[in-house]
């Protein structure tokens, strides 16, 4: 006689996952439209949509500057796809509050293989904007 074994797995959803969830969709959406604009090379406008953690880190000019300086070589975007998502409630050097961490396996005009990390997360003003952005 043969012998069967059943295992059953049962899934719990708490408030706090679903929560975590829809803070991973909102942020990854900030941070693609806020990309579109640094892929045009609409810095400018990308300044004025980021968060205001990041907007006191750094002058508009400034970052037109390092934006410019580190975007501009590596050419146009080609392709983009999610590497790694994580919410978060703190970040090293940064306040505590509500983070997606996201990075991105992207190829570029003049670099085929690069990661770019942006971290979107929810402003004072209940908005997911991007507060981090680093290419390498």
């Given at each position: 006689m043969k012998r069967c074994t059943i295992l059953v797995l049962i899934c719990v959803v708490t408030p706090w996952m679903f929560a975590q969830d829809k803070a991973l969709k909102a942020g990854q959406t900030a941070a693609e439209s806020w990309l579109a604009?640094?892929?045009?090379?609409?810095?400018?406008?990308?300044?004025?949509?980021?968060?205001?953690v990041f907007k006191s880190a750094v002058t508009k000019a400034d970052w037109?500057?390092?934006?410019?300086?580190?975007?501009?070589?590596?050419?146009?975007?080609?392709?983009?796809?999610v590497k790694f998502a994580q919410y978060t409630t703190s970040l090293p050097g940064a306040p505590d509050g509500q983070y997606v961490v996201l990075q991105y396996d992207t190829s570029f005009e003049n670099k085929k293989s690069a990661v770019e990390t942006v971290t979107p997360m929810l402003d004072k003003d209940g908005q997911w904007r991007v507060s981090g952005y680093f290419v390498r």
């Open positions: 604009l640094v892929d045009n090379a609409d810095y400018a406008a990308s300044y004025d949509q980021a968060a205001s037109q500057q390092k934006i410019t300086a580190a975007r501009g070589p590596l050419g146009k975007m080609l392709s983009r796809k």
